[in-house]
């Protein structure tokens, strides 16, 4: 024994350990190619990997005196993107052609890490026209094109590392939505317009907590949250996204991207978008509640004319059943659910009115020759249609033609074929009306309105949705006679349907509105301070600023041509509370 152990302590070392040596053959393989991967480096190590896959390769093909000689190995590539996409798969696959590559096979150390669903099939004739045999280790040898059982197996193991993928994704994703739902957790990625993501204490997976990782949550960045709630403001009061995001450029506050370009490199930083505007109105996590799935990751073909070039990944807007949302609140709130909830059903009759319905809403702020004072807030009371501005040299008008009406609509009977109003005296009466109501001397009257007149307790009072309802229904009837009385249906479909939108959006949102609660004093004198000096705004006569307040004010005037009197209303955002009056 002592002799066996000083001439070959290695073979002596084997049997103890319970091992087979490899006795070296006179003629095996040869040199070979190696090739692995690895997802991403985020998840996995490149390093740990490499060596691990190339550890089997090697006791796999040793035996058969076969020596590595040549790695390809890519990091950060997805199995299911083909092999002429992977960087270091087609540099392999470009090797073949070259004579003088110095290996004549490909081994890898795990065949599911390589192939993914049918690529093997497309891969394997490529080999086998330059020559070069395929060793796979669950194969137990080298890949025989000739053995179906061979074909059926790789098939098989493609079906595999394809059944392996989905299922880890599918895990991931509902660990994640349990995590929103049940404990509101911020998953990671860019916070919004308005939050900065700040440390929430230690994270409470015990093994993370204990390697350091902390937990993070959103928290209100105060400046641009207030940016955030004009934004819905203006858009709950008429403007569209366009005329938003003039104004904001106009005030000079800086985009998001500009604000915070280390987490918007992908953005120009060149000034407030529509898009910018609109992706900030459609983010429901401004309400203080965890959303998760509202954007997912889309396998697409690449070419659909050709599937073997495989997939790429885009985002795309997922599917209402995809998204979830916390039991409770998350995060402070920047806007109420009540008026998220506002903004979309006001977004959706836009969509469901089509460009007719769009043109309601101011779409830019464009300077303009002459300034409206009431642009969009005059309505004919013959017809309930807003009155256009129409300048004169001797003044501005407001003018409603009948000859746009509806064939056949009855307010033809008594509208006059144009109705005008001026805009001179009703700007001096609509000012003195004003200039009464929040006179420092009036002020606490109009409070105690103000708080007397909001609808608490009465479930369905919403009145401006009420009034959008009533009006959406008498169009319709009006449509409904004009067809009675011969008119072409095919003319008025697109009217009709506008109609029909507009009834649908209003039945939802009285459906939705419960039982709002009641402002306080306090919280009604912090809306007005919220106005500015109203009496300044009146005094100086500046046109700019005098639409502004009426806008604020969300005033809504109903001209009568009969009685010569203009019906007014301001509805200050006091749920819907609103005081009136007559010029």
């Not at 008429?238 to 506050?253: C, Q």
């Not at 009703?426 to 909001?454: H, M, S, Y």
Request: proline share 7%.
């Amino acid at each position: 024994m002592t002799a066996d152990f000083i001439s070959d302590p290695w073979a002596t070392l084997d049997e103890i350990l319970g091992l087979q040596a490899v006795e070296p053959v006179d003629e095996g393989i040869g040199p070979v190619a190696f090739y692995g991967r690895c997802s991403t480096e985020d998840n996995q190590d490149p390093e740990t990997s490499r060596g691990w896959q190339l550890g089997n390769a090697q006791k796999f093909v040793e035996p058969f005196g076969a020596r590595v000689t040549t790695e390809y190995f890519d990091v950060g590539q997805s199995r299911s993107v083909p092999w002429e996409r992977r960087q270091e798969a087609s540099r392999l696959l470009a090797a073949l052609k070259d004579p003088r590559r110095g290996w004549n096979a490909i081994v890898v150390g795990e065949g599911t890490r390589c192939w993914f669903g049918n690529q093997f099939s497309l891969i394997a004739p490529r080999f086998a026209a330059y020559g070069v045999d395929l060793w796979v280790p669950e194969l137990g040898g080298r890949f025989d094109p000739r053995n179906p059982s061979h074909k059926m197996l790789m098939s098989v193991l493609g079906g595999m590392s394809e059944s392996e993928r989905q299922h880890v994704q599918a895990r991931v994703r509902a660990a994640m939505d349990a995590q929103v739902i049940n404990e509101g957790r911020h998953q990671g990625g860019r916070a919004p317009y308005g939050y900065v993501v700040v440390d929430g204490g230690p994270h409470p997976n015990p093994r993370k907590a204990a390697e350091g990782f902390r937990l993070r949550v959103l928290a209100v960045d105060e400046e641009p949250a207030d940016i955030v709630r004009r934004i819905f403001a203006e858009y709950l009061s008429g403007n569209g996204d366009r005329a938003i995001a003039t104004g904001l450029n106009r005030s000079g506050i800086p985009c998001p991207s500009a604000r915070r370009p280390e987490q918007n490199r992908h953005r120009l930083a060149d000034g407030w978008q529509g898009s910018t505007v609109r992706a900030i109105l459609e983010n429901p996590r401004y309400t203080g509640y965890a959303f998760f799935g509202r954007w997912a990751r889309q396998e697409m073909l690449l070419d659909p004319e050709d599937v073997a070039a495989g997939n790429v990944v885009r985002f795309r807007r997922a599917a209402a059943d995809r998204v979830v949302r916390s039991r409770t609140p998350a995060h402070p709130e920047v806007i109420s659910v009540e008026d998220f909830t506002q903004a979309q059903l006001l977004r959706r009759a836009k969509a469901a009115g089509g460009l007719r319905t769009a043109r309601k809403a101011e779409r830019a702020g464009r300077a303009v020759k002459h300034p409206y004072l009431f642009r969009g807030l005059i309505r004919c009371a013959t017809c309930g249609r807003k009155m256009e501005g129409s300048p004169r040299k001797h003044g501005m008008y407001y003018r409603c033609p009948a000859r746009t009406l509806a064939p056949g609509s009855p307010a033809l009977a008594t509208h006059p074929p144009t109705i005008y109003l001026r805009e001179e005296p009703l700007r001096d009466a609509v000012n003195c009306w004003i200039g009464e109501l929040f006179d420092p001397k009036n002020v606490d009257r109009t409070v105690e309105q103000l708080v007397e007149a909001q609808p608490v307790g009465k479930p369905g009072s919403d009145g401006a949705a009420r009034r959008r309802l009533d009006e959406a229904e008498a169009k319709l009837r009006r449509f409904q006679d004009a067809i009675g009385a011969g008119i072409d249906p095919a003319a008025l479909v697109e009217s009709i349907n506008e109609a029909q939108a507009d009834r649908a959006v209003a039945q939802a949102e009285l459906a939705s509105t419960g039982q709002p609660a009641g402002l306080t004093d306090a919280e009604v004198y912090a809306m007005i301070d919220s106005l500015g000096d109203i009496g300044t705004a009146l005094n100086d006569g500046e046109p700019g600023k005098l639409a502004q307040l009426y806008r604020d004010l969300a005033l809504d005037l109903r001209f009568d041509h009969e009685k010569e009197a203009v019906d007014v209303t301001a509805s200050p955002r006091v749920n819907n509370a609103c005081v009136r009056g007559g010029t």
